[in-house]
């Protein structure tokens, strides 16, 4: 159970702060704050939706360092519906390593699209941001770091083999 002040990891909204639990009509609610929108969620503590605990600073600089081994495999020429449902598939156990291959493959199509002189289509658009924003997110939140600047920590880290001067 999550306790008030915890930084969590919540379906796909990104880090949440449990601000409380409340009771109402005989059942316990998180109290939870995204830290990236404007809004408060309630939620059952016993219910099916998706929580973790964001993860550790080491975690996140380990997953960095990884990152070059990041097999890129951008999908190509699949309808929308099968295209959503194949990135859908990378947020669906919300694991930042899945994150990162989303990410990491949806760039690769994206600088394919540029220098072919093609549109970067509106789908893989989509998920590129909502894959950035629940990583770098949480990135952020564990590397103690405003998210705009996980994509520079993330390239110092990986040019110099070290943290970026923060």
Known sequence: MFQQGDLIVYGRTGVC???G???WKGQDYYVLSPLYQTC???IPVD???FMRPVISREAADELIDSMPEVEIQPCENMAMRKLTEYYQSFLGNRECRELVELT???YAKKKAAQREKRKFGVVDERFLKEGENLLFGELAVALDLNVEDVPGY???RLRLGEPASV
């Open 17 to 19: 702060r449990v601000d």
């Open 104 to 106: 990491t493959a949806l």
């Open 154 to 156: 993330i390239e110092n």
């Open 21 to 23: 639990i409340e009771a």
């Open 47 to 49: 219910g099916k939706a």
């Open 40 to 42: 408060s969620i309630k």
